[in-house]
């Protein structure tokens, strides 16, 4: 039987804690490109680097994990001597990895409603409405995040029982829109630019965008979870975008 794509980056990802260099197989390491700019591309195989960091005692879980066709996104907790939260997203071609990126931030946490940046439901389920909540995701981050239309907010969030995650915010979507309304120096504190990737399997959906945040460029993975046509639930991480200057590959974060 095929092991389900989201399973081989699960047991990839897992060796970075164990060592195990058998799951590294998944990756076409001569087709590969890397979009995080702070990682050399092609200077250390992956099992030769997985290996050498299984001796630090990093601790690594997959809390949540989806496919979208040739594509596998997960939400991870990574503990390198300090404790992270990570959207990972993975392209496959042939049956191997030839494609990455991510987006990482230091966990933070609980809000003020008491979530961590990584409870509540896993299971992707409504399978049978995928594109109609990928459509839907990327219509409220076009309309509110991007476009500012943040009266909106409502007809594409469920109020009533909204769960945020943002360690910075709460379930009250006012505090969202009070966030989301915050100017310093005539711009806004967190400036959606434009979207990049919308994956989505079920009534899970992640919206990749980049912007800026306190006028520094940086990258937004939200994941959103949607319920009876609303988004119901959010998760989400902010990461600065380096300067040009410092990448360590030429392929860019998005």
């Not at 959207?87 to 049956?95: C, H, I, L, N």
């Not at 009533?160 to 966030?179: I, K, M, Q, T």
């Not at 990448?247 to 998005?254: C, D, P, R, V």
């Amino acid at each position: 039987m095929t092991t389900a794509k989201k399973d081989q980056i699960r047991a990839l990802l897992k060796s970075i804690e164990t060592g195990d260099t058998a799951s590294v197989a998944v990756v076409n390491e001569a087709k590969y490109i890397q979009h995080n700019p702070q990682t050399h591309e092609g200077s250390e195989g992956l099992a030769s680097l997985f290996k050498r960091l299984s001796k630090t005692e990093p601790k690594v879980n997959m809390v949540r994990g989806f496919e979208d066709g040739e594509f596998v996104f997960a939400q991870m907790e990574y503990d390198f001597s300090s404790r992270k939260i990570c959207f990972e997203v993975f392209r496959f071609e042939d049956g191997q990895a030839v494609e990455h990126w991510d987006n990482i931030q230091e966990r933070l946490g609980p809000n003020q409603s008491g979530h961590s940046m990584v409870d509540g439901p896993t299971k992707a389920v409504d399978l049978e409405v995928t594109e109609r909540n990928r459509t839907f995701a990327r219509s409220f981050v076009e309309s509110v995040l991007v476009g500012g239309q943040i009266d909106q907010l409502t007809d594409y969030i469920d109020a009533e029982n909204y769960v945020e995650h943002n360690p910075r915010l709460g379930d009250d979507v006012a505090v969202l829109r009070s966030a989301l309304e915050a100017e310093d120096k005539g711009r806004r504190r967190i400036d959606y630019h434009r979207i990049h990737r919308v994956l989505a399997e079920g009534n899970f959906v992640l919206c990749v965008s980049e912007g800026s945040f306190d006028g520094i460029p940086s990258a937004f993975y939200d994941l959103f979870r949607l319920d009876k046509g609303k988004i119901a639930e959010h998760w989400d991480t902010t990461e600065n975008i380096a300067p040009r200057s410092e990448w360590k590959n030429n392929n860019g974060k998005f």
